[in-house]
């Protein structure tokens, strides 16, 4: 089944006198698949993807970087991609790399008016930044409001409104689901083109062998969502698309095969990076 991916744990309260404080640890992290597949692979905090960053708004937030030394190290840095943040140091400028056996403290004050929604965070160096992504330097971003409340209905009503209890009750009822859909190829392949460290060992007799041409859903192969999933209940799915390539990948959500007839169900767009659809 599919597992949800872990979240930072913050230090402080969030104010500008006393931010959130959380770690972030990059490296290459020997990833297992099965008894005898595994990945080499970049991580933040040794998962593949890297620990969901929970955050709200009107609240500060410092992240430090922390970089591998050694073979396990390459220079890297960070990058919340979509949020509107300042784009100068010590914030998201994504032109401040830390070197191997370094570390660095980012800064974000996550503005008042910000969009609740569903962002992501990669690394972002020049150079390096195919191979790092696409070899698992990434994760995702929830931005709340300092209040909890649900997000994603600016434009749907507002609180108080149909729209927010609805979205309000799939959040506290466990039928709100985030999926992290990562291109494993283009890690690979930018890899083989960066000369760097990251690679894939599977025996082709194991299901996990055509994992180099295909994806990961929360760092899993083909998993199944099946807790908590009943026929005329609505649920919310949260998807960040790792993707490194030019090549146009969808996420389709649809019934599984040898589904009853007529079993299709409706969807419909919220949003796009954050970004409430009307």
């Keep these: 089944s599919l597992i949800r991916p872990s979240e930072l744990s913050w230090g402080g309260s969030g104010t500008m006198e006393d931010p959130y404080t959380g770690e972030l640890n990059f490296s290459l992290t020997d990833i297992?698949?099965?008894?005898?597949?595994?990945?080499?692979?970049?991580?933040f905090n040794g998962g593949l993807p890297g620990p969901t960053l929970r955050m709200q708004r009107c609240r500060s937030y410092h992240i430090t970087l922390r970089v591998a030394g050694g073979g396990d190290g390459q220079t890297t840095n960070l990058h919340v991609h979509g949020m509107y943040v300042s784009p100068r140091s010590p914030a998201d400028n994504v032109m401040t790399n830390v070197e191997p056996g370094r570390e660095?403290?980012?800064?974000?004050?996550?503005?008042?008016?910000?969009?609740?929604?569903?962002?992501?965070?990669?690394?972002?160096?020049?150079?390096?930044?195919?191979?790092?992504?696409?070899?698992?330097?990434?994760?995702?971003?929830?931005?709340?409001?300092?209040?909890?409340?649900?997000?994603?209905?600016?434009?749907?009503?507002?609180?108080?409104s149909e729209a927010h209890a609805f979205l309000s009750g799939l959040s506290s009822s466990g039928r709100d689901h985030l999926l992290v859909v990562h291109n494993v190829a283009d890690g690979l392949g930018a890899a083989k083109r960066s000369k760097a460290s990251i690679d894939f060992s599977c025996p082709v007799n194991d299901p996990y062998s055509f994992m180099s041409s295909t994806t990961l859903v929360n760092?899993?192969?083909?998993?199944?969502?099946?807790?908590?999933?009943?026929?005329?209940?609505?649920?919310?799915?949260?998807?960040?698309?790792?993707?490194?390539?030019?090549?146009?990948?969808?996420?389709a959500l649809t019934p599984a095969r040898g589904s009853r007839a007529g079993a299709e169900c409706a969807v419909f767009l919220l949003a796009k990076d954050g970004v409430t659809v009307e």
Aim: glycine fraction near 14%; include cysteine.
């Design 104 to 160: 660095r403290v980012f800064v974000y004050n996550v503005p008042c008016d910000h969009p609740a929604g569903t962002f992501w965070y990669h690394t972002h160096a020049g150079g390096y930044t195919d191979a790092q992504v696409g070899g698992g330097g990434a994760g995702a971003i929830l931005v709340e409001r300092a209040d909890d409340e649900a997000g994603d209905y600016e434009l749907m009503g507002g609180p108080g």
């Design 219 to 251: 760092g899993m192969l083909k998993p199944t969502l099946d807790a908590g999933i009943r026929a005329g209940e609505w649920q919310r799915f949260r998807i960040v698309m790792v993707e490194t390539s030019e090549a146009l990948n969808v996420v």
């Design 32 to 43: 297992r698949f099965s008894s005898t597949c595994s990945m080499r692979a970049y991580t």
